[in-house]
Structures are given as C-alpha cells and as structure tokens.
C-alpha cells in the first residue's frame, strides 16, 4: 500500500434542517439544497465513469472482483467507460430507474451530482510514488449528456460546480471535483420516468494518477405515492475533507412519530480511494451523547470500511446498469435503512439527529448529505368531528373597558400543560377530583384575573379563538369526556391537530378575541363551571396586547 495514497469519498445521504460542525478540514459550507415532507420515499441510481484496462479487458467490461485480493486503484491504468457506440461522447454509462408499481408514482425531484478526480487529462507512474502528466490539459467539467428513458438523442446538462480541489494546496494532487444539476424538469416532462438513464462526457483523469483515478454519477429521486408512509426529506450540499478528526452534520427541524417504530434512511453517493482501505465510518445518533454513536452498516457495508466501492441498494447489489461492476473502484453509491431494533437507535419524538463522519485510514471528501425519517404529516388537515363548528354568541358583550378592568391579558404558546392525560389514565373520577381542585384554587385567586390565550399554528385549521375545556393524547379519553359533557347537557366538540395528534375539546368558538374573553369570563354563559381556556388558532396578532384601540 502507498504511503501518499489518499481515499476520496463524497456522499450522498437522502432530512432536515443541518449545520455543520467542522473537526476537521471544510472547504466549502454546506447549504440546504432539497426539503420537503413527501408522502412517498427517495431512490438512488448510479453507475461509475472510469474502469481498469489491462491486456484481458476494455474498460466496458465489468469488474466483478470485490474481494481482498482486489488490487488496489493507484495500481491500474484506468480509462473511460464508454457504452454507447455514439461518436460523439467519450465517456458513457447507464443505469434503469425501477418501481415496483409506475402507476402510483410521480417524481418529485431529481438532482444529478458528478464527482471524479481530475488533476489532468491523463497521466502515469513515473516510479513508485511519483505520478506525472501525459496530457496534462485540463477541460471544463460543469457540463455532461443525458440520455433520458426512451429517448434517441441526449439532452446537455449544465451543472453547478460544487467544488474544484485544482488550486487548492490540500487538493490538488489529485484534484477531485464535484457538480450539481436540478433536472426534476425533464423528468417531470417523461410519460414514464422508469427506464434506462444514460449519463455520458463526464471528465476525469484517465491513466495514472496519486490516490487513483475515480468518478461516477449519480442521481437522487424523491417521489409520491399515495399509499406510502409520510417523510421528510432534506438534502445538503457543500465540500468538506475528513480524515482522523471527525466531522459532524447536525440535523434538526423535524420530529419522529409519537408511536410506533421510526423507520429513517441514507442514501450515500461516494468517490473513495478502493475496496482494500479501511477505517471510514459513517456513524448515526439522537440522544447528543458521544458515547450513543452507533456505527451504520449492513451485510455489504462494514462498520469499519463503510465506503468500500460499490453500489448498493439496502442489501442487495445493484445490477441494473451497464456495466455493473461489483468494484466500481473508487465510485461509492448506496441506499441504506438506518438499523433501529426497538427505537434503540432513533426513538419516538425525536427532534434532531447527528451524522458523524471519520476515518482512521485515509483522507475522505464529503459534498452531498441528506436524511429521511418517516413523520406524521405537517401539512394535513385536521380532522373536525361535526361539521359545523360552534359559534356561541354572550348574553351579554361587555366593553373594551369593562373586559381589561382588573384583568391581565396574556397570551402563550399552547404546550403539554394542557393535555389532561398526559401524566396517568383517563378516568372520570380523576377529572372530576382535578377539576374540583382545580375550581377551589380559581375561587382564592379573584383579586386579580389573569387570561391567558393559548395560541398554536394548525394547517389547515379554521382561524378564531376556541374555548377549550380540555385536551387529549388518547383519542378514547376525548370521546369519553365528551359523553361525559352530553350527560350534563353541554355540547361540545373537537379537532385533531395532526402534527401531535392532540385532540383539542371545545365548548365554543369565535373569530372575535373580544367575544373569546367575555365567554370565558361568563364561564360559557354560565353553561359550564370548570376550568377553560381559551386557544388561539391561526390568528395572526399573536403575543399582542390588548389595547384601547383594538376595537
């Protein structure tokens, strides 16, 4: 193994919003590039640009040897992969887009990223440790061909460059490069989006070069299905080299399923040094404690050499391509379900994960990183019980100054104060001894009320100011109190906020604060003696005063 050989490794993970903490060498910050709860899923296909010659094979014959006895990148000529037979490209590859079912899907996003080392156009090894040049120009890169499913012609690509390691004292022996493209619009523009895709005239060194020659492509579907589980999925990009400091991506602005299992995803696009190099790990935790770093992998990813040259789907080769080398030699692709026996690794309410890359081995490069965690649905609408909601106008309307004259008004974000159930079971016996503890606190309080208005953001939900009497986590706990309410002869109803699956029980609503006061004052015209509050819903004159010239 050569001592100045050096691992390159860029990574695709399809999660959120993300910042990076940088231990080790950043050469460009990451930006979000791609956010969106999605009701449907992510996929990957991929292929690499570069292959190894020798007296046996072309570059267009696949590499299957995948095993220790694999040598190494730096010890092959490589040469473009070009499958086509067209003249006028001079490097091609193809991969083929499948779904288990075309007719449920519709492509939400498509981004393409190409990565290869690019130092010159081709080069040598003069002696051992001593790579020189050939050809030693070196082209634009940003601009590649596209043969998209069932067409005859190409479609020109141009991307945006991400990164260019030519002119940068860290980089530039072996020059590694990556570059982006949205190409969601000609996506969309296919009757079929399944089918073969061709990626041709990606630039690399060809030839010798230190740390090896490699490159590849890769694109990163979101999709919609319907039928499917909601998720959100957020995608970075930027340029940072990792070697035995490691670099942690922290992500937040999301929150896991409130039950159940927690099911989340990578999906990694890598340009790595070769198979035989050891010691990246790519390492996942929740809880914020140094010791909870779990190291990612599957049957063809170990936790010790996790980029290993190959491109893989869960666990599973990926095959439909040409060629389909098991070593693609250098060109590192995968879609991975993160391991999470029992929520042991990402539990229930979680709002914010770290990502950690190291090496003990080599130096590695990450420019793409995204995540995707199955969600409940921020954008649905919440379910109302009956159809039409209560309005229930006072007997009696007091004025402006009349409301405030010995009361304070204060408004506050709803939280799990409110929820009745959420220390210890329902039971009507329960209820009814809190409330009555609940009645005797507000009669030795009267001196000096003070209103507080719960305010929230629900989509969907009509805006006003609802009278409250409790709230639920348990959905058979509000349809008991409910009953309870019908009993006494109080009609009452409720809606669910999908986002905590809260249930919001409610005597009244109204689009005016005034009127929300005055019922809450009057205890809901004297219909009801336990404890309220009222919810602000949507308004947009949150946390404001009331003051004498509100009405």
């Not at 690509?157 to 030519?166: A, H, L, P």
């Not at 309410?485 to 409610?506: D, P, Q, T």
């Amino acid at each position: 193994m050569y001592t100045n050989r050096i691992k390159v490794t860029t990574f695709l993970v399809a999660t959120f919003l993300c910042n990076l903490f940088s231990y080790s060498q950043l050469s460009m910050p990451f930006k979000m590039r791609y956010q969106s709860f999605v009701k449907g899923d992510m996929t990957v296909i991929a292929n690499n640009i570069t292959n190894r010659v020798d007296y046996e094979n072309t570059s267009n014959v696949p590499y299957y040897n995948h095993t220790s006895s694999a040598k190494l990148n730096d010890e092959y000529t490589m040469e473009y992969i070009d499958i086509d037979d067209d003249q006028s490209t001079f490097s091609s590859s193809s991969a083929e887009l499948t779904f288990d079912n075309n007719s449920n899907k519709k492509i939400l996003y498509a981004g393409l990223y190409w990565s290869a080392t690019y130092k010159y156009n081709s080069g040598y090894q003069k002696k051992i440790g001593k790579f020189v040049a050939d050809n030693p120009t070196r082209d634009s890169f940003n601009r590649v061909q596209v043969k998209f499913p069932n067409s005859e012609n190409y479609t020109t690509i141009k991307g945006e460059t991400i990164f260019d390691g030519v002119n940068q004292k860290e980089f530039k022996e072996f020059a590694p490069y990556a570059v982006y493209a949205d190409i969601t619009s000609y996506v969309k523009e296919l009757s079929n989006a399944s089918g073969v895709y061709t990626v041709a005239d990606v630039k690399a060194t060809q030839g010798m070069l230190s740390g090896g020659v490699a490159g590849g492509w890769t694109i990163f579907f979101v999709y919609e299905d319907q039928e499917m589980s909601g998720k959100f999925i957020t995608s970075f990009d930027g340029f940072a080299g990792v070697t035995d400091k490691s670099t942690e991506i922290l992500f937040n602005g999301f929150e896991t399923l409130p039950q159940g299992s927690v099911k989340a995803k990578i999906a990694c696009a890598a340009l790595e040094g070769d198979n035989n190099m050891i010691g990246d790990q790519l390492l996942f935790n929740t809880t914020g404690n140094i010791k909870d770093f779990v190291a990612l992998s599957n049957p063809l990813r170990k936790t010790g050499n996790f980029f290993n040259s190959s491109i893989t789907i869960e666990n599973k080769y990926f095959t439909n391509r040409f060629p389909d080398s098991k070593n693609t030699l250098g060109y590192d692709t995968c879609l991975i379900t993160i391991p999470n026996p029992n929520n042991t690794v990402i539990g229930n309410n979680i709002k914010e994960a770290t990502l950690k890359l190291k090496s003990s081995g080599d130096r590695y490069l990450m420019f793409f990183t995204a995540f995707n965690v199955e969600v409940t649905d921020p954008n649905a609408t919440p379910i109302i019980v009956n159809d039409n909601p209560i309005v229930s106008v006072p007997k009696v309307v007091k004025s402006k100054k009349e409301v405030i004259k010995n009361t304070i008004i204060k408004e506050i974000p709803a939280g799990r104060e409110m929820i009745a159930d959420s220390q210890q079971g329902y039971s009507t016996k329960n209820l009814t001894q809190k409330k009555q503890a609940l009645s005797e606190a507000d009669k030795n309080n009267k001196k000096e009320e003070q209103i507080e208005i719960r305010t929230v953001t629900i989509s969907n939900q009509e805006s006003g100011y609802y009278i409250v009497a409790n709230v639920f986590s348990n959905p058979e706990n509000a349809e008991k109190f409910i009953s309870l309410l019908k009993s006494k002869g109080i009609e009452a109803k409720y809606f669910v906020n999908k986002i905590n699956k809260y249930r919001y029980v409610y005597l009244s609503k109204t689009s005016k604060e005034l009127e929300a006061i005055n019922l809450y004052l009057s205890k809901v015209n004297d219909t009801y003696q336990d404890k309220i509050w009222i919810l602000s819903v949507n308004n947009i004159n949150l946390n404001k005063a009331i003051t004498n010239n509100d009405y």
